[in-house]
């Protein structure tokens, strides 16, 4: 049983395109993350909510648009999509409180 | 804020060499320490974790301890193999537990 699971597992897109990834994790886990990998392998995080409720929003640029239907579920979509974007996007899943975090096997996002 | 400075790589052995992988925190209050492993086109899974100050993580061999007055968290094996080959990330779980703060990450290669 997948834990933590992502899709689509490869995206190559256009500029300019508008892209959704979706994730859903199955620990019954009450906060879920996004977060970044560039090339060099650096890991940022983008946002966290709890219970459906955004408590972490980094900076991220506005045309990254995070939605938690259900605290089981956290998608992210990406207006406008620029070259910049390019990149590994794990979601990942945790209890509150000072646990560790389980990752999806993430989405490769290549934006042409 | 909360940061996580690890050793840079990429790092370099033969096999059943010993390892030792620097990572040191700057925190507020008694963060959680971790360190993930990312192979080859997968994810981030977790290796060990350590909770309070002077507990030991461990597991496959790999081990860490918890060291408060140092602030470090590093990590050590004695005897490597080829299959550990991979990216480590030291990483703290922040004071407000939120997010988890990653550190750069460290490529390993093993040579058999």
């Known amino acids: 049983d997948t834990a933590v699971s992502q899709t689509p597992k490869y995206l190559v897109t256009q500029m300019g395109n508008d892209k959704s990834i979706k994730c859903e994790q199955n620990?019954?886990?009450?906060?879920m993350y996004w977060y970044k990998q560039d090339s060099k392998k650096f890991l940022k995080i983008m946002f966290s909510?709890?219970?459906?409720?955004?408590?972490i929003n980094e900076t991220v640029p506005n045309r990254f648009s995070p939605k938690s239907p259900d605290k089981a579920h956290l998608n992210l979509h990406i207006n406008s999509l620029e070259l910049g974007d390019s990149a590994v996007y794990f979601c990942?899943?945790?209890?509150?409180?000072?646990?560790?975090?389980?990752f999806g096997q993430g989405t490769r996002l290549t934006v042409v | 804020g909360d940061s996580v400075t690890q050793m840079e790589g990429p790092v370099t052995l033969s096999e059943e060499a010993c390892l030792t992988i620097?990572?040191?925190?700057?925190?507020?209050?008694?963060?959680?320490l971790f360190w993930y492993v990312q192979y080859p086109g997968e994810g981030l899974q977790l290796l060990l974790k350590?909770?309070?100050?002077?507990d030991k993580g461990s597991n496959k061999g790999f081990e860490a301890t918890y060291r408060k007055e140092t602030t470090s968290f590093h990590l050590e094996k004695g005897s490597v193999q080829v299959s550990d080959s991979a990216v480590y990330f030291c990483?703290?779980?922040?004071?407000?537990?939120?997010?988890?703060?990653f550190g750069s990450g460290t490529r390993l290669s093993i040579r058999p």
């Open positions: 990942a899943s945790s209890f509150p409180g000072g646990t560790e975090a389980f």
């Open positions: 620990l019954g886990h009450d906060t």
């Open positions: 909510y709890n219970n459906k409720e955004l408590i």
């Open positions: 620097n990572c040191t925190y700057t925190a507020t209050g008694y963060p959680s």
């Open positions: 350590a909770t309070k100050a002077d």
């Open positions: 990483a703290l779980r922040d004071s407000s537990a939120s997010k988890i703060i």
